[in-house]
């Protein structure tokens, strides 16, 4: 089964920290994603990396960037965290580039922003 | 742009009562249709890929199925755990991510 683990369930941090969140997959797929999901408006793309070192901006980028150094690990990291940042945010993987292959989720990790 | 609709937002059923969640959707181009079924807390679970209109999936009491403009996931006879989120997705072929819907939100009680 392919498993893709969040470092953090839960997470508080405050106004301007800079935070990161990571992602990591064992499945040695080649596309990793960063979502977040908020009441009301579902799953929004935030990046996407279709292989190592590349990354791809999706619907809502701002605020964000994201560093693939491995292909196993995807990290989002907010450079100075804001409070409408609050949001669950989920990491997917799937394989095969651009490929009909589903996306597998994380168990997210829920963020609040102080 | 691609569009994805839910309908309904959120559906109450009795123990054994079969229903079905609409997901209409606009797409340049369909790579796949993606279902997926979301607990609280937890991240989306993938249940079916349908690929082109007429296809049908099946897994236990669900069965989903594909028209160029819409999916249906049809349940049968549930069971209180069968209450989730469910969630609809896109990939158009010109791209790597998903374009999901809102979800409709079941609940099924005894």
């Known amino acids: 089964d392919v498993k893709v683990t969040q470092s953090s369930r839960y997470l508080v941090k405050r106004t301007g920290e800079k935070v990161f969140l990571e992602c990591v997959q064992d499945?040695?797929?080649?596309?990793m994603f960063w979502y977040r999901q908020d009441p009301g408006l579902g799953l929004r793309l935030i990046y996407f990396?279709?292989?190592?070192?590349?990354?791809e901006k999706g619907d809502i980028p701002e605020g964000y960037s994201v560093s693939r150094e491995k292909k196993e690990r995807f990290s989002l990291i907010l450079e100075s965290a804001s409070t409408n940042q609050t949001s669950m945010y989920l990491c997917?993987?799937?394989?095969?580039?651009?490929?009909?292959?589903?996306?597998?989720f994380g168990d997210g990790t829920r963020l609040s922003i102080l | 742009e691609d569009q994805v609709t839910q309908s309904p937002e959120a559906l109450r059923l009795q123990e054994g009562e079969s229903s079905s969640l609409n997901c209409s959707y606009t797409?340049?181009?369909?790579?796949?249709l993606f279902w997926y079924r979301q607990d609280p807390g937890k991240g989306p679970e993938f249940l079916f890929t349908?690929?082109?209109a007429g296809e049908e999936k099946e897994k236990e009491r669900l069965k989903a199925t594909l028209t160029k403009k819409e999916s249906f996931l049809h349940i049968t006879a549930p069971k209180p755990e069968d209450s989730a989120t469910y969630l609809c997705?896109?990939?158009?072929?010109?791209?790597?991510?998903?374009?999901f819907g809102k979800g409709t939100s079941l609940l099924v009680t005894p």
């Open positions: 997917a993987s799937s394989s095969g580039g651009r490929s009909n292959q589903p996306q597998h």
């Open positions: 797409v340049s181009g369909l790579r796949g």
């Open positions: 997705a896109v990939q158009a072929y010109s791209g790597y991510a998903l374009n």
């Open positions: 990396s279709y292989d190592v070192k590349m990354k």
């Open positions: 349908l690929y082109s």
């Open positions: 499945m040695d797929h080649e596309n």
